[in-house]
């Protein structure tokens, strides 16, 4: 283990931006800074260099708008990437920050973990420091986020494109994609012309192959949105009023209800008391989740479209997050458990997939259709250890670092053959890794 650790260590310091403040997720395809990479990144980097930890998150607040927002992506600035800034244009909204570019989305709140996993690290006159430090963009993120995204205070938030669930093309996105698409564009565009022209200007495909990636027509309709999104000039009651793809994604939720309890902890820990109606809105988020986003039938949690508020029941491994939340009751607990054990659903060779596998919209290589993520797999082995099911998270553990150790860093993995798949020396599966190795060594 000790090599594989110091291949990870070895990623990370690849990946370094070249000013030194950012990880880029991996070299090629994805030359920014991206938010939950960067909150991820900072976990592994927290165990053997905390400055460099701390500033891989601090870096992100350059990109946070007036408005509270932290953007998924800040742009790097040189003149390769200008098409990259001129597609989001982030300037359009008075709300952007000046200096850099951003996009107009977010992406799912894992910075209050970050910032307590990386404060872990610090003795506590540091660690307060620290906290103070980060508290006042934390907590304008998380009043944000209620007060833009939570307009009728259900305690779950929207989300108004793909990107902002991190899980870009999982089967419930793509089901609302395709429910709110262009007929016009689609007819324009599925076609060997209209393909060669979406494919000639993807980067992704140039480094990763097509297969392992978002189909083009869907690539396509995910541009659509944001073009749809841009020309509101990104302000969130024009783009309520008129938009139909709102979702209240059950992954990003489920991360904001763990992310409120760090909140929360932070503030306590520095003499603050975060405003009553944060404090009663992660309160109405726990409930929501178990009593809005269940369903008894199938005994599955799901996402939820905004508008109609139906349950979006496609299947993927979102249904388990409720475990990282540490919400549900003990049905529900136990159903998330059984499914993580079922062959037929996530309890492959290499756990866990993104899709259950006996379903027809798994594909074994394909981005978030299927394909074991380590930061997912992270994800439930933490939830899995709050719920006290040591045994589960010791197995699921065990098998990601094996995973990782005879296939190499990988952005995702079949979860049958355990070949890698997606872009090579990818900074998240390092970082992580580098986490997990030192629980076990506790
Ligand atoms: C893809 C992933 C997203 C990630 C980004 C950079 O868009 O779906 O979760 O943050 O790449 O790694």
Excluded at 318 to 331: C, F, H, K, S
């Amino acid at each position: 283990m000790e090599v594989l650790l110091e291949n990870c260590k070895q990623v990370l310091a690849e990946n370094r931006s070249a000013s030194g403040d950012y990880t880029r997720p991996a070299p090629g395809p994805y030359p920014h800074q991206w938010l939950w990479d960067s909150c991820f990144t900072a976990i592994g980097l927290a165990h053997y260099d905390v400055e460099r930890a701390k500033t891989e998150i601090t870096s992100l607040f350059r990109g946070q708008w007036a408005n509270g927002m932290l953007p998924n992506m800040i742009f790097d600035g040189s003149v390769e990437y200008a098409t990259d800034r001129r597609i989001w244009d982030s300037r359009r909204s008075p709300n952007a920050p000046e200096d850099v570019a951003t996009s107009g989305i977010t992406q799912p709140p894992m910075l209050a973990e970050a910032i307590v996993r990386v404060g872990d690290q610090m003795d506590e006159d540091d660690r307060l420091r620290w906290y103070k430090q980060t508290y006042p963009a934390l907590l304008a993120y998380h009043s944000w986020l209620y007060t833009e995204r939570d307009p009728r205070s259900e305690g779950l938030v929207f989300l108004i494109h793909p990107y902002e669930s991190g899980l870009d093309n999982s089967p419930p996105w793509v089901n609302q994609l395709h429910m709110n698409h262009s007929p016009f564009l689609i007819k324009a565009f599925d076609n060997p012309v209209g393909r060669f022209i979406i494919e000639s200007r993807r980067r992704d495909t140039k480094h990763i192959s097509p297969g392992e990636r978002i189909d083009d027509i869907d690539a396509l309709l995910y541009h659509w949105v944001i073009w749809r999104l841009r020309s509101k000039n990104w302000d969130i009651r024009h783009i309520e009023a008129r938009s139909h793809f709102m979702v209240q994604d059950l992954t990003f939720n489920s991360i904001l209800i763990r992310a409120n309890h760090h909140l929360a902890k932070i503030a306590k820990d520095i003499g603050h008391e975060i405003p009553e109606w944060l404090a009663d809105r992660a309160r109405l988020g726990r409930r929501a989740i178990t009593e809005k986003l269940w369903d008894p039938e199938s005994q599955q949690f799901y996402s939820r479209n905004y508008i109609s508020a139906d349950l979006i029941k496609s299947p993927s491994l979102a249904t388990l997050m409720p475990l990282y939340a540490g919400v549900g009751n003990q049905q529900q607990t136990e159903r998330i458990i059984h499914l993580l054990k079922s062959p037929d659903y996530f309890g492959t060779e290499n756990p866990v997939p993104s899709v259950p596998v006996s379903y027809p919209e798994y594909h074994e290589l394909k981005y978030w259709q299927g394909p074991v993520w380590i930061n997912t797999n992270w994800l439930i082995i933490d939830g899995l250890r709050r719920a006290k099911q040591h045994e589960l998270a010791g197995k699921i553990s065990v098998a990601t670092l094996d995973l990782v150790k005879t296939n190499g860093v990988s952005e995702y993995y079949s979860a049958r053959t355990g070949q890698p798949a997606g872009a090579r020396n990818f900074s998240w599966t390092a970082a992580l890794i580098i986490d997990l190795l030192a629980d076990t060594k506790k």
